[in-house]
């Protein structure tokens, strides 16, 4: 792996949250790359608390039984894989009857209005400190922070 650093800036009034200043740099890397592509799995996910309900339970049992006992039937000159596929599929098939699927749960956004209006706050807090040290300032500074930090956590 090789880096080259091609330029470094800093910025003063980035609102990091802290008194440091952020600096970007600008770098460049060489990395080797493999060639295999990466392989992405549709998997579907079933929700197996539904077997904890004893109907849904029996009902799954049957349905995949009777789908065996037709695996049954089929002659035995057939490929081990196509008789795998088979038994895969049916098994998926009466899980997504019997089952459903696995909703994930969806989160809702942290970020509104009123965190938008700390992060300004935040920002003139800083602008102000950094045009005008004095000690007012920073106690300004601080109390904003303060406030910002407990609203984000809060969220």
Known sequence: ???????????RAAGCDTYHYLVVAKVRERLAVSKQGVKKFD???FNPRALNELEVRKH?????????????NLSDI???????????DNIKISAKDFLGLYELNQHK?????ECLVFLDQRKQAKM???????????DDLNN?????SRHFRNK
Do not use: G
Request: glycine share 0%.
């Open 60 to 72: 799954h049992q049957i349905k995949i039984s009777n789908r065996f006992a037709t695996l049954n």
């Open 128 to 138: 102000q400190w950094l045009h005008d040290p004095n000690q007012s300032s920073v």
């Open 78 to 88: 057939e490929d081990i894989s196509r008789a795998w596929e088979n038994m895969k």
């Open 109 to 113: 956004p942290w970020s509104d209005e």
């Open 144 to 148: 904003v922070i303060r406030e910002a």
């Open 1 to 11: 792996m090789e880096f080259e650093y091609a330029r470094c800036t800093t910025f």
């Open 43 to 45: 998997v579907d996910r």
